[in-house]
């Protein structure tokens, strides 16, 4: 476009994740641009695991220690290709951001992470979502810790589902440029294709429990029999997400034990 790296003045991240803040450090060194990004998102950008959380939740689930320190380490793994950011500016959601001859409208998006935002363009009539709205894949529901409410983890399915309602409300008929794939121009259909797919998987949890209470990682073990170790993270994820989810609907609840952790399906369920 025959631009150069001097020319950049902002970057807007829409999330905390490796592949799309990774090289953002690097490009404010080089161009002396600022970078955006969401306040929920502070300690993502920094990097910052809260490794102990993780491998305490894991333990209750009914994770070995192999498989707890496996995941521990792919995470670091992952951390080597991006560079924490050290300085950036907190957006809450909201804002609107000047351009030449164009605006950004800033909107929160929590769901896919705590601080996730989407980045309205009005004038052009598109919308860029990060991930939290891709074309063929559901976000994972990846577990994390919750900014306002330290040592707990982020309810990331509840709060997904809620963003995803609000985007339908104020750029329901926008074209969602989105993180990884295709734009997507019928939204009304996504979104209808994303309620069936966690209908299914609520069912395949709810029919799980049905033979009485369960860990989670019999969860995974059942629904994702052929798991390999290195997508553990992401079905461990998943399940916990969803029992969150079912948790805040009422259809489960969870039996606390003194090393494990098990869920059951509620009378109302």
Known sequence: HGLEMKDV??????????????????VADASGARLLGGKGDERGFAM?????????AMARAGFDLLSRLAVVGSIAWVDRFAE?????DALDGGE?????????RVRPAPGHTPGSLTFEVPEAGVLFTGDTVLHAITPNAVVMEDPESPGEPFRS??????????????????????????????????????????????????????????????????????????????????IAGFLMYLEDLG???MLRERRRDRYRLTIAA
């Open 96 to 104: 609107v951001l000047s351009g030449d001859g164009y605006q950004v």
């Open 157 to 238: 399915l509840s709060r997904y589902f809620e963003t995803l309602d609000a985007i339908n409300e104020t750029n329901g008929n926008a074209t969602l440029l989105t993180g990884h794939g295709r734009s997507i121009s019928n939204y009304a259909g996504h979104r209808s294709n994303v309620a069936r797919r966690a209908g299914l998987r609520q069912r395949n949890i709810e029919a799980c429990l049905g033979s009485g209470p369960k860990t989670i990682r019999e969860l995974v073990s059942s629904i994702f029999p052929r798991v390999t170790a290195l997508n553990v993270f992401l079905a461990f994820s998943e």
């Open 48 to 56: 910052e695991r809260n490794a102990k959380m993780l491998l305490d």
């Open 84 to 88: 924490a950011i050290e300085s950036w």
């Open 251 to 253: 259809r489960v609840e």
């Open 9 to 26: 003045q902002r970057v807007l991240l829409t999330h905390a994740h490796q592949d799309h803040f990774g090289l953002a450090a690097r």
